[in-house]
């Protein structure tokens, strides 16, 4: 049984960092695409980046026009995990934060087209 679990989410002040994690289990992602996406209340949710498949060389990397400069993906294959890492955060950031894995239609940010999700983490930026 596959599992996406996220951690490292909770309330920081606006210009602070937070760094989230996803571990995965019951199957490796290392040769697939992974990605955060976020959900404020009564928002949809929205991409936030995601990291293609190392292969041999650097791992592509695609960020959401309002994160890109301040938020930083990245993944440790040989743990099964993915990372965001989060500076200069904003009361605007403030959402539960969801890991996505194994991109399998449409675009890197099109959420319909992940087929495991974890339960999700709370960002809180006070301003």
């Known amino acids: 049984q596959v599992q996406l679990v996220e951690s490292g989410g909770g309330l920081v002040q606006a210009g602070g960092s937070l760094r989230l994690s996803c571990a995965a289990s019951g199957r490796t992602f290392s040769s697939n695409t992974m990605a955060w996406f976020r959900q404020a209340p009564e928002k949809e949710r929205e991409f936030v980046a995601a990291?293609?498949?190392?292969?041999?060389?650097?791992?592509?990397?695609v960020y959401e026009d309002s994160v890109k400069g301040r938020f930083t993906i990245s993944r440790d294959n040989a743990k099964n995990t993915v990372y965001l890492q989060m500076n200069s955060l904003k009361p605007e950031d403030t959402a539960v934060y969801y890991c996505a894995a194994d991109q399998y239609i449409g675009s890197y940010n099109y959420h319909g087209g992940y087929r495991y999700w974890g339960q999700g983490t709370q960002v809180t930026v006070s301003s």
């Open positions: 990291i293609t498949w190392s292969g041999g060389g650097r791992p592509y990397t």
